[in-house]
Every structure is written in C-alpha cells, then in structure tokens.
C-alpha cells in the first residue's frame, strides 16, 4: 500500500518563508509530508523545472451575485470555478448581496446553494447596504454564525452605499462579532456631482467614468474610512486601491499601528484610463471602480506593493459580457457611463498578470507572489493555515507553474461565461500547467475536469488578526 495518495515530485517549493528543490506528499485532500525525498504514491506528478505554489486565493470575486435590478453577473459558481482552475486558483471569497429594504438572512441560504454548485472552494462576505436595527442586531450574528467573517460596505454606488453614520453602526457589529470589515472607498457625494455635471455638458462616453472619480475622491474615502475605523478600533481592509494617494493614507495608517490592510487588482497595474476611451462602445469593458488611472501610477502602485503597504492583490472578478442584455450593454450601447455597470473579469488572469509583470519583470521575487495572491489573503479572511500555503497539515490545493511559458491572453484562455477578456493580446511569461484543488487534479495543460458540486463551502470561525487593539484615540469604548 502506498504511503501517498499522489507524490509531487523534483518541482520548485515555495511558501512565503521560502523555497527549496523538494517532494510534496499529499493524502486524503491534504499534505502530509515536504522531504527531499518521500516514500511512494499512487500517483506520481513529476514537477521538474516547474515551481510547486500553493493555489491562489482570490479573496474578492463578485460571482453569479444577484443584483438589485433583478440581473444576476453572468459567471456561475461553476463556469468562475473553471476560469479560476484554468488560472491557477483554487479558492475564492464572494459577495452575498442585500438590498435596501431587505435582509440579509433571507439571501444567505439561496447564495449559499448557488456556491455549492461549483467546484471551487468558496467562503463569503456579507454586503451591508441597509444596516437597519434588525439587520444589524438579528441577523448578523446569524450570518457570523454561519460562517461569514467580514462585511463588506460600499462608500459610493447607488443603491449600496453608506453614510458615515451607517458605516459607524457596521463598524460596531464588526467588532462586537469580531468580524473584518472590506471597504470600497470612494466619496459618493463628489461622484454624483462631478457625473450630473459631466453628463449636463455632454460628456457621457465611457471614457468620461474615469473624469467622474479622479484619484481625490479616492484618497478622501480612504481617509475617512481608516479614521472612522480607529475611532471605533475596528479592523478593516480597504479593497482595490488605484493609486498611491489612497495607499498613502493605508502606510500612515500602518505607520500608527492600526489594524488596516490595503488590496489592489491586476488592472491596477495594466490598464489605464485611455482603454477607456477607445471608439464606440469598446470603452466599457475597461470600465471598473475605482477608474484605471496611468502607466506612471502603475509604477507606484507596484513601490506600495513593495513597501508591504498593499499585501494582497485580488481580482475583483465581475461578470458582465460585453453583448446581451445582462452586461455592459444592458441599458443600449449609447448609454451614459453612469448607466454601464462596472466591473471587469480577472480570476483566470490574476495569476498570470501577476507573476509576469511581477515576478517575471524583476519587480517583486517568488516568495512575495506568494504572499500577495495565497498567503496573505488566506491569512487576512482567516482561512490561514488551511488554504495559502504548502505546510504539513493544510489542504492540498497546489499549483504547478511554468515560469519560462509566454502566453498571450485571448477571452478563451479565461474560460470564463464572460465574452471578452479586457487583458486580450497582454502577453505574460509563466503560465500555470497543473491545478490541484484538495489533492485532485482540477486542471491539467489548460483541460479543466472538476465535478460540480465538488466546491467546498469554507465557513469561518474567529480569528486573532481582527481583533480590536483595544486602543481608541481617547480610551472610550463604545458598546
Ligand atoms: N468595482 C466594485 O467595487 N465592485 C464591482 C466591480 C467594480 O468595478
Ligand atoms: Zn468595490
Ligand atoms: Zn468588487
């Protein structure tokens, strides 16, 4: 009787503490031995010249989330979970949504069972749009209860966003139930003035998002969220930062010994605004929030990442086609920016990008990749040491990586139910060639094979890392 189930032999390890030429031995879903050399297995995965890293954790994917008009994004659990297995994750934290007027309960149970039919392993956020009395008091220590772990607030959008006093109230039941809280800053006030008047001159192309949200309505919300959150003692992530002025408010943050961590996202460091203003419609398939900024911000968004001040870099992966009525498109092809919905996809591209323009680049060395795409957003949701890392006891969830591989991004590299890729033609150098999701091969040169329904759901109990300092700027502790 072999001692392994699947023996992975002769690759590159690496963990963010390093990496070493070594064997990986997995056994029911888990490692269970890294040697030089391991005994014998069933299966026998040769890895030379290949890196051995753990799978991808893409900790802030927007998949087949309903939306408040009724439209759902268009990736199911099981086409996201294909597109992340062709890119080299194995892991994803998604958005249970509310809307204003409704509850949060009622939405858990019917995300819930649209995630367990997809084969990727998945744990959620609770979007708070609505914090009423009954939200905040009933039902969010039921949705802690089950497993949900951070809130996610929304500074600016229409319907989702928050006032200062409501992102206070979320703020309060994060520490109470020991919970993080993500937050997408941006001022909404100066968004809606700056797009009524856009819009009143005639600028109403796409190109024009990216004028309706420069970097200052960025850097205020970030500022004001990181201030709100150290009056309360409350831990928070601020999610896809565009631009140095918003990190600069994380770096002081961090600086002061706050509890608050900063993400950014592949289009962060690749796209700009003139992909918006391409001709026609083409614009909105670069269109996101935050609004790509330019070459030159890519360049210190990559210092930050250096710095540490930005540690986790996620997809915001958002299910909009270009065509159809469920997309880009859906309120007509001459529509106002204001009325295309954004977003853009990226799980399968995370990776790639990543390492190409990081790694490959000369920018930031392999064990930082680690950290930035498994490690740290593992560690952060609290779902470290089970996923993000290849240690004796954590789930098998590996991925081979072809380091010398060039590979140009087409849409049908993504395998995703998105009809366009908005990294088309972006050539990269590393590519993964083998994913294994808890010790099964999930995907193999590109053929992605995975049972749906085969996704596990990750709850998450409490952890040290969000916890308050029990520091607040003049000792009052609020209930
Ligand atoms: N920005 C978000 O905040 N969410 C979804 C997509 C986007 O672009
Ligand atoms: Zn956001
Ligand atoms: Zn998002």
Redesign the pocket.
């Known amino acids: 009787m072999p001692e392994y189930d699947i023996a992975i032999r002769g690759g590159l390890v690496a963990t963010s503490f390093g990496a070493a030429r070594c064997d990986i031995g997995i056994k029911d879903g888990r490692i269970a031995a890294i040697a030089e050399r391991i005994g014998d297995a069933a299966q026998v995965i040769e890895a030379d010249g290949l890196f051995v890293l753990p799978g991808g954790v893409d900790t802030h994917c927007?998949i087949e989330q309903p939306e408040a008009n009724g439209t759902v994004h268009e990736d199911s659990f099981v086409t996201a979970s294909a597109s992340a297995f062709a890119g080299g994750t194995t892991s994803a934290v998604c958005f249970i949504p509310q809307f204003k007027g409704g509850g949060i309960l009622e939405r858990f149970a019917d995300y819930k069972a649209r995630g367990a039919k997809g084969m990727l392993d998945h744990a959620f956020h609770q979007i708070i749009a609505d914090p009423t009395d009954a939200v905040i008091n009933e039902e969010v220590p039921k949705v802690v209860a089950e497993g949900v772990r951070s809130l996610k607030v929304?500074l600016t959008?229409e319907p989702l966003h928050l006032n200062d006093a409501e992102f206070i109230k979320v703020l309060l039941a994060a520490r109470r139930h020991g919970c993080l809280v993500t937050v997408?800053c941006e001022n909404y006030d100066a968004i809606g003035w700056r797009t009524r008047a856009l819009l009143e001159a005639g600028m109403t192309a796409p190109k024009y998002h990216a004028w309706s949200r420069p970097r200052v309505v960025e850097r205020e919300a970030t500022h004001r969220a990181i201030a709100l959150a150290e009056l309360v003692d409350q831990p928070i992530q601020v999610?896809?930062v565009s631009c140095e002025e918003a990190a600069e408010e994380i770096a002081r943050a961090q600086a002061r010994g706050l509890k608050v961590w900063g993400e950014t996202c592949p289009q962060y460091v690749t796209l700009t605004a003139a992909h918006m203003d391409r001709p026609g419609f083409e614009g909105a398939k670069f269109?996101?929030?935050?609004a790509p900024r330019d070459t030159a911000e890519h360049a210190r968004i990559w210092e930050m990442i250096r710095r540490g001040t930005l540690d986790v870099v996620s997809s915001?992966h958002?299910g909009f086609s270009y065509e159809g009525t469920q997309g880009k498109a859906q309120n007509g092809r001459d529509a106002v920016f204001r009325d295309i919905?954004?977003?853009?996809p990226g799980l399968a591209a995370r990776l790639p990008i990543v390492f190409s323009e990081g790694v490959s680049k000369g920018r930031i060395g392999l064990e930082d990749f680690v950290k930035l795409t498994a490690t740290n957003p593992a560690r952060i949701m609290g779902l470290y040491p089970r996923k993000g890392v290849i240690q004796p006891g954590s789930d098998a969830d590996i991925v081979l990586w072809d380091a010398a591989k060039k590979v140009t991004i087409t849409n049908a590299l993504m395998q995703h139910a998105i009809d366009y890729t908005p990294y088309e033609g972006l050539e990269v150098t590393g590519w993964p060639a083998m994913t294994i999701r808890r010790g099964e091969v999930v995907m193999r040169d590109g053929k992605v094979q995975a049972e749906p329904g085969s996704g596990r759901y990750l709850p998450r109990g409490p952890y040290d890392l969000v916890k308050p300092r029990g520091i607040t700027p003049d000792g009052f502790v609020a209930p």
């Open positions: 927007h929304f959008y997408h999610f896809h269109m996101c929030s935050p915001d958002c919905p954004n977003g853009i």
